[in-house]
Each structure stands twice: as C-alpha cells, then as structure tokens.
C-alpha cells in the first residue's frame, strides 16, 4: 500500500504530445479509476506509472520517492493486462512464481505466497495447468493472481476485464472489488467501460486528449459534471444537451431560452457572473425527462422515432421541431410506438449549464 | 435449397479432380526428387562390377556391405564425422543465439534507422556467397584463424536469414507479455531466452535445421580457408578424397557409400523436425 502523485506528468512521441502535464495525489488504499474514450491517454498514462513508457517531464512518486527513473520491477507495482499476458509456456504455478524466482526469493516463501494468492481467488485447483487449458475468467484470475504474490505497493490494471464475456464481466467486476476489500490495496484501473467506473471507483479520473477533465468521486461526476465532455461522457445513455441563450439573470437563477423550449429558469450555484444574451449548452439526462401528464411543468413536445423496451424501462428517441435528437429513459410497459407525439418534462433542479466553453456555470 | 443440392455434386466432382491431379503430381515430383538419394542408397550396395554395368543395375543382386567398410579404410571418416558436427552444431547454436536476440531487437525496439539497418541487412541474404569468398578470407586469414575449425566456424556465428525468420515469428510475439515480464523483474537477456524463445519454439526448430543441413553440406567455404589441413576437413570435403581414390577405376559403390553415410545425420534430424520446418515456409512465406 502506497499513496501515489503525479505532478505535471507529460509524455510526448516526438512534437505531439498525448499526455499534457497531469497533477494526481492517489491515497493509499485508494481505488482509482482512469476512464476516458479510446485514444485519451488512460492506458499511456498507466504505462507510465508502471515505468513501461518513459516520463518525458514531470514527476511520479510512490510512496514519496522519485520513480521517473527507476524500472518497473524497482516501483513496487503490479499490473495486470487486457491480454492476461500470461507465460503460455509455463504453469499456473509457474507463471505466478516467475517474477518472485526472479527476485530470489526463497522457495519456502515463493510456494506459501502462490497458494495464499491461489486461496484469495479460490484457484488451487487450476495451479498445475497451462494457460491454454483455462477459460478466459481463469486467466484473468491467474493474472490477478500473479500480481498479489508480488506484494505491490499499488495495483494496476489496464483494462483487464475487456476481452471477457458480459457475465463474466460483472462477477470478475465483483471479484475485484472484493478484492480491493481485503488487501486494502492502491488500485489504478483503466477503462473505457463507464459502468465499471462508477461501481469500482473511490474517485475517476476522466481524461479526454491527455488532459484531466475532473477528478471526484462517482456521484459527483454525476450530479456535477464539470463541462460539457464529462456530462456527455458519464452516464448511459449520454446526457441531452440543448444549445440556447441566457434571456435573464436572477439573484439565484438564470433564465435559458432554447429553440426546443421556452424560457426556463436553472438555478445557479457557481460565482460565475452571466449576462444576457450569452450561448449556453444546457444538459438533462434521459432518466430526468418524464412523459407530462399536464402542460405546466416545463418541457418540450417532439415525435418519437424509436422505442427500445429493456423490460423495467424503455429508451424513447424523439424527434424535436429543430430537428435536436433527445433520449428519454421512462418507465417500462407504457404503449408509446414510433410516431407517437408526446411531450416530456423536466424539473428545472436537474439541468446542467454550460457556457460557451464547455465549462460549467449552473 | 434445390439449387445448392444440384450444384453441390458439381463441386464435389471438381473438387475430387483436382485433388487427384494434386496428388498425382506430389507422386510425380517426389520420385524425380528422391531419385538421386534412392539410386546413391542402392549403388552403395552394389559390387564394383553391377556399378558399372550397362544397362544398368537397378537392384543389387547380392547386396554387400563392402563398400561401407572400405570407406573408414580410405579417409579417416570418425574424424570427419567430428569436424562435421562440431561445425554445424557450433554454427547453428551461434546462429540461434545471434539471430534470436537481433530478430528481438527488430521486431521489438522502436530506434532511429531500424528498417533502414533492416533493409541493409535483408539486403546481404541477396549476395551470391562467391562474392563473400575471397573478402570474408582475407578477414579471417589477417585473425590468424586460417586452416582451422575455428575459422571455419566464426564468419557463420550471424546470418541474415537467420534474423529475419526471427523476427517475423518475434513479430507475433504479444507486447503484453513482455512488458509483463519486465513488470516481473526480468533482464531483457531473460526476456529473449526465458519468454521469447519459448514462444517461437517451431521458428527455431525450423532455424536449426535450415543452419545445420546448410553447414553440414557446406564446401567451399571449408575448402578454401582449411588450406588443405585434412585433419580438419569435414566429411563432404573428405568425400572428395574418396572420388579421387583409385582414380584409374572409380569406386562408384565405395563414393556411395560415403555420401549415403554423410546424409544421414540431416536426414534424421529433418525427420524430427520436419513439422517444424513447413510451419516456419507456411508462417513466413519464404521458401528455404
């Protein structure tokens, strides 16, 4: 267990630079998500912690000490891949001893560590067969398992539940968990699966072009996304935005008016100061979007161009006059059909502002 | 459904001729090919006289051994044996050893100029070896390693071809595992020969014996730095020795004897590692 900071990280290849100078303090025991759409950094990033990608300025400490020049086997971590990586060559029991073989340790302790290690994740059995003879949950669980023999201060995983089926997906998800629960063990995990993200993580880091775009627990991000990228990106399906323009300014609120909608008053908590007549993005997600039963509440009528039933609720996409797409996540079992017209609502509390840079403002 | 059932005996019968006409021409092309080896094997046998019958003998009337034992009587063939292997089991160690590590470093190593380095390297599988002979003497003559085993050894330690098969197989070698093998502590010299090597078992079976028929059969090279040492000739140079014997009545049983005697090594270790060996032409595309 360690605590982990990185200060103004970069790496560059060349003049293009894919991480740009991030500053992270993991604490010890802490398990940390890095999530972010394909091509963010996340992975580069990992890679760089685990001293299999050079730091090219900015500085990695572990536990408190300079790690930028130090190789991997010397950081006291263990990282565990989307391809299990494992010595197909060599047994269960030999692919987990081979890094402690290679520090010299004594065989005595080497075989005690492979069968805690094979007891936590219930594999005894498996430690005489080869990789090839296991199925992919089994792998994984051997490659987990490979690095809790190594005792690290922190864990890394790079996307180690993608090449699994969905199933698995959620009981290895839960494995991993638990397993955080008992080695009260730093965890870095990298996914792009935002579902893992959020039932996995203490806190997620979102990254979007080697840039860190917040930093904050699950909920937080949810319920306070801080500009445009993180509000689209957390959450599923994605949150509806609306482009629009600030038609009045009040003590607690402003007033949005968008083609969709007529004037709505958003409640503001932030110091920003908004003048009228400014471009703003405003935000709803599908689930706060309800099928209106009367005209007050405000709201929007459009068409539905698809239904998709997923049983205890249904996905409506609609088709608004200024030709905006909107998902709607309403409950299952109602007799809404494509080409329906129906108008949704939503209470005011749970809109999201954006300004024009994308950043939040209410 | 109709239509796939009436064309499908169509298929069949095409797919039935084709294979026949395959088959016949393996048949065809494996006789013109084994021809050579299976007239040397049976001429071995014969007696001085049915070698030189016309028409010629196919099957030895009364098969004889004597041949064989005159052989050991003409040159010194438990040295040349010797000389043979340790030339083609030297190299070919030499060989693997140099072609894994530079074919890890192709494959693996991002560097400035590698494909150039690469291309360059390709390049010299391309050069007749005639072209190599006298420099690659001189070389070898200035380190004072002339008319010895050494010198015979030393200038085929690293080929290109060698590199190359290995770095297509190391190619496909997942990045994966050898990061984790770093992660779990491992020297990159532990890294090639601990998890690499293993990976590529068939690319190095194939190596092997493409190296050590190739230096088993190897003459002009021996030839020409041995400077006529004869002690240390190895047994396709001594084979020389046995066409030259009793020059005024060629020994044609006696020369076939010795050369069925010299093949047998590869021969048995193609056996083996055949498998090996069309798996490497079917992975790379390149013929040997």
Same mark, same amino acid.
């Given at each position: 267990?360690?605590?982990?900071?990185?200060?103004?990280?970069?790496?560059?290849?060349?003049?293009?630079?894919? %991480?740009?100078?991030?500053?992270?303090?993991?604490?010890?025991?802490?398990?940390?998500?890095?999530?972010?759409?394909?091509?963010?950094?996340?992975?580069?990033?990992?890679?760089?912690?685990?001293?299999?990608?050079?730091?090219?300025?900015?500085?990695?400490?572990?536990?408190?000490?300079?790690?930028?020049?130090?190789?991997?086997?010397?950081? !006291?971590?263990?990282?565990?891949?989307?391809? =299990?990586?494992? =010595?197909?060559?060599?047994?269960? =029991?030999?692919? *987990?001893?081979?890094?402690?073989?290679?520090?010299?340790?004594?065989?005595?302790?080497?075989?005690?560590? %492979?069968?805690?290690?094979? !007891? %936590?994740?219930?594999?005894?059995?498996?430690?005489?067969?080869?990789?090839?003879?296991?199925? @992919?949950?089994?792998?994984?669980?051997?490659?987990?398992?490979?690095?809790?023999?190594?005792?690290?201060?922190?864990?890394?995983?790079?996307?180690?539940?993608?090449?699994?089926?969905?199933?698995?997906?959620?009981?290895?998800?839960?494995?991993?968990?638990?397993?955080?629960?008992?080695?009260?063990?730093? *965890?870095?995990?990298?996914?792009?699966?935002?579902?893992?993200? *959020?039932?996995?993580?203490?806190?997620?880091?979102?990254?979007?072009?080697?840039?860190?775009?917040?930093?904050?627990?699950?909920?937080?991000? =949810?319920?306070?996304?801080?500009?445009?990228?993180?509000?689209?990106?957390?959450?599923?399906?994605? *949150?509806?935005?609306?482009?629009?323009?600030?038609? @009045?300014?009040?003590?607690?609120?402003?007033?949005?008016?968008?083609?969709?909608?007529?004037?709505?008053?958003?409640?503001?908590?932030?110091?920003?100061?908004?003048?009228?007549?400014?471009?703003?993005?405003?935000?709803?997600?599908?689930?706060?979007?309800?099928?209106?039963?009367?005209?007050?509440?405000?709201?929007?009528?459009?068409?539905?161009?698809?239904?998709?039933?997923?049983?205890?609720?249904?996905?409506?996409?609609?088709?608004?006059?200024?030709?905006?797409?909107? %998902?709607?996540?309403?409950?299952?079992?109602?007799?809404?059909?494509?080409?329906?017209?129906?108008?949704?609502?939503?209470?005011?509390?749970?809109?999201?502002?954006?300004?024009?840079?994308?950043?939040?403002? !209410? | 459904?109709?239509?796939?059932?009436?064309? $499908?005996?169509?298929?069949?019968?095409?797919?039935?001729?084709?294979?026949?006409?395959?088959?016949?021409?393996?048949?065809?092309?494996?006789? #013109?090919?084994?021809?050579?080896?299976?007239?040397?094997?049976?001429?071995?046998?014969?007696?001085?006289?049915?070698?030189?019958?016309?028409?010629? #003998?196919?099957?030895?009337?009364?098969?004889?051994?004597?041949?064989?034992?005159?052989?050991?009587?003409?040159?010194?063939?438990?040295?040349?044996?010797?000389?043979?292997?340790?030339? $083609?089991?030297?190299?070919?160690?030499?060989?693997?050893?140099? +072609?894994?590590?530079? &074919?890890?470093?192709?494959?693996?190593?991002?560097?400035?100029?590698?494909?150039?380095?690469?291309?360059?390297?390709?390049?010299?599988?391309?050069?007749?070896?005639?072209?190599?002979?006298?420099?690659?003497?001189?070389? #070898?003559?200035?380190?004072?390693?002339? $008319?010895?085993?050494?010198?015979?050894?030393?200038?085929?330690?690293?080929?290109?071809? &060698?590199?190359?098969?290995?770095?297509?197989?190391?190619? &496909?070698?997942?990045?994966?595992?050898?990061?984790?093998?770093?992660?779990?502590?491992?020297?990159?010299?532990?890294?090639?020969? +601990?998890?690499?090597?293993?990976?590529?078992?068939?690319?190095?079976?194939?190596?092997?014996?493409?190296?050590?028929?190739?230096?088993?059969?190897?003459?002009?090279?021996?030839?020409?730095?041995?400077?006529?040492?004869?002690?240390?000739?190895?047994?396709?140079? +001594?084979?020389?020795?046995?066409?030259?014997?009793?020059?005024?009545?060629?020994?044609?049983?006696?020369?076939?004897?010795? $050369?069925?005697?010299?093949?047998?090594?590869?021969?048995?270790?193609?056996?083996?590692?055949?498998?090996?060996?069309?798996?490497?032409?079917? +992975?790379?595309?390149?013929?040997?």
């Amino acid at each position: 267990m360690a605590t982990l900071n990185l200060s103004n990280a970069t790496k560059s290849y060349g003049d293009v630079d894919v %991480i740009k100078g991030i500053d992270l303090d993991i604490a010890d025991g802490e398990f940390v998500v890095f999530v972010g759409p394909s091509g963010c950094g996340k992975s580069t990033l990992l890679r760089m912690i685990a001293g299999l990608e050079d730091i090219t300025a900015g500085e990695l400490k572990i536990d408190g000490e300079r790690c930028n020049e130090r190789a991997p086997k010397d950081r !006291g971590i263990a990282m565990v891949f989307q391809s =299990y990586a494992l =010595y197909p060559h060599k047994s269960v =029991y030999e692919n *987990m001893a081979f890094g402690l073989r290679l520090a010299k340790r004594p065989k005595d302790e080497i075989d005690a560590k %492979i069968r805690e290690a094979a !007891g %936590i994740l219930q594999m005894e059995h498996l430690l005489e067969r080869r990789p090839s003879q296991l199925s @992919g949950g089994q792998r994984q669980r051997v490659a987990i398992g490979r690095a809790i023999v190594r005792n690290p201060k922190v864990f890394l995983f790079d996307e180690p539940l993608s090449n699994l089926d969905a199933a698995l997906r959620v009981s290895m998800r839960r494995e991993i968990a638990r397993l955080h629960g008992e080695l009260d063990a730093t *965890m870095i995990y990298v996914t792009h699966d935002q579902v893992e993200a *959020m039932t996995l993580a203490d806190r997620i880091v979102v990254l979007d072009g080697g840039v860190v775009q917040q930093v904050g627990r699950p909920m937080e991000l =949810y319920n306070r996304p801080q500009n445009v990228f993180v509000a689209g990106f957390i959450g599923s399906p994605k *949150m509806n935005f609306f482009q629009g323009e600030i038609t @009045g300014t009040q003590a607690d609120s402003i007033t949005v008016t968008t083609p969709a909608t007529a004037a709505v008053a958003v409640p503001v908590t932030s110091n920003a100061t908004p003048e009228t007549g400014r471009a703003v993005t405003m935000g709803i997600r599908p689930e706060h979007l309800s099928v209106a039963d009367d005209g007050t509440a405000p709201g929007f009528t459009g068409t539905i161009v698809l239904v998709e039933r997923l049983g205890d609720e249904s996905l409506l996409e609609i088709a608004l006059s200024d030709g905006t797409e909107v %998902i709607a996540k309403v409950a299952g079992g109602g007799s809404e059909a494509a080409g329906d017209t129906i108008r949704l609502t939503f209470d005011p509390a749970h809109l999201h502002l954006f300004d024009a840079d994308g950043e939040r403002i !209410g | 459904m109709t239509g796939s059932t009436r064309r $499908a005996p169509f298929r069949a019968n095409q797919a039935g001729l084709s294979h026949y006409a395959l088959i016949f021409a393996i048949i065809a092309i494996s006789i #013109v090919a084994a021809f050579p080896l299976v007239w040397m094997v049976l001429s071995s046998f014969k007696t001085p006289a049915e070698s030189m019958q016309v028409p010629p #003998v196919w099957i030895p009337k009364t098969p004889s051994l004597e041949a064989y034992s005159e052989v050991s009587g003409v040159i010194n063939a438990g040295r040349s044996f010797t000389n043979s292997a340790i030339i $083609a089991t030297t190299t070919t160690l030499g060989i693997l050893i140099t +072609s894994l590590m530079a &074919g890890y470093a192709f494959a693996k190593y991002r560097f400035r100029g590698r494909n150039l380095v690469f291309a360059l390297l390709i390049s010299t599988m391309f050069l007749p070896p005639i072209v190599t002979l006298i420099p690659l003497y001189r070389m #070898v003559n200035s380190m004072g390693l002339n $008319a010895s085993l050494v010198g015979v050894i030393v200038p085929n330690l690293a080929n290109a071809f &060698g590199i190359f098969l290995m770095r297509q197989f190391i190619a &496909g070698v997942p990045d994966d595992l050898i990061d984790a093998a770093r992660v779990d502590g491992a020297s990159e010299l532990r890294i090639v020969f +601990s998890v690499v090597a293993p990976a590529v078992v068939p690319a190095i079976a194939a190596l092997a014996l493409f190296a050590f028929v190739f230096h088993w059969n190897t003459y002009l090279w021996p030839l020409t730095i041995l400077q006529g040492n004869t002690d240390d000739y190895p047994i396709v140079l +001594s084979l020389g020795r046995l066409l030259s014997y009793n020059r005024g009545a060629m020994n044609t049983g006696l020369v076939m004897a010795g $050369a069925t005697l010299a093949v047998l090594p590869p021969l048995v270790l193609f056996v083996f590692l055949q498998r090996f060996f069309v798996d490497s032409i079917v +992975s790379t595309g390149v013929k040997g």
